[in-house]
């Protein structure tokens, strides 16, 4: 299972980013997905999540109205679509799946809101 993330970087309050998560080595199509992110000095906490169709999604309280997850199961890629970026929003983010009750996550990709 590999999990790489890209498409973090440095974007002003208010701006937008897209975060790409491209899966390979299990059968995307029947696993769920979810996004985490974990700050300086905080745990790791649950962004978003979506199910193995797509059909289904959650968001934490304080990304709701603003992200949006989504997958492509031809590319095999989870993405999330972050607007009206806040400082607090800064953080390294992951991409995380559980596969025969195994953990598997990305190498993370850095975003910092900041002007």
């Known amino acids: 299972v590999q999990l790489v993330e890209s498409g973090g970087g440095l974007v002003q309050p208010g701006g937008s980013l897209r975060l790409s998560c491209a899966a390979s080595?299990?059968?995307?199509?029947?696993?769920?997905m979810s996004w985490y992110r974990q700050a300086p000095g905080k745990g790791r906490e649950l962004v978003a999540r979506?199910?193995?169709?797509?059909?289904?999604?959650n968001y934490a309280d304080s990304v709701k109205g603003r992200f949006t997850i989504s997958r492509d199961n031809v590319k095999n890629t989870v993405y999330l679509q972050m607007n009206s970026l806040k400082p607090e929003d800064t953080a390294v983010y992951y991409c995380?799946?559980?596969?025969?009750?195994?953990?598997?996550w990305g190498q993370g990709t850095q975003v910092t809101v900041s002007s």
């Open positions: 979506i199910t193995s169709s797509g059909g289904s999604t």
């Open positions: 080595g299990f059968t995307f199509t029947n696993a769920g």
């Open positions: 995380k799946t559980v596969r025969a009750f195994i953990t598997y």
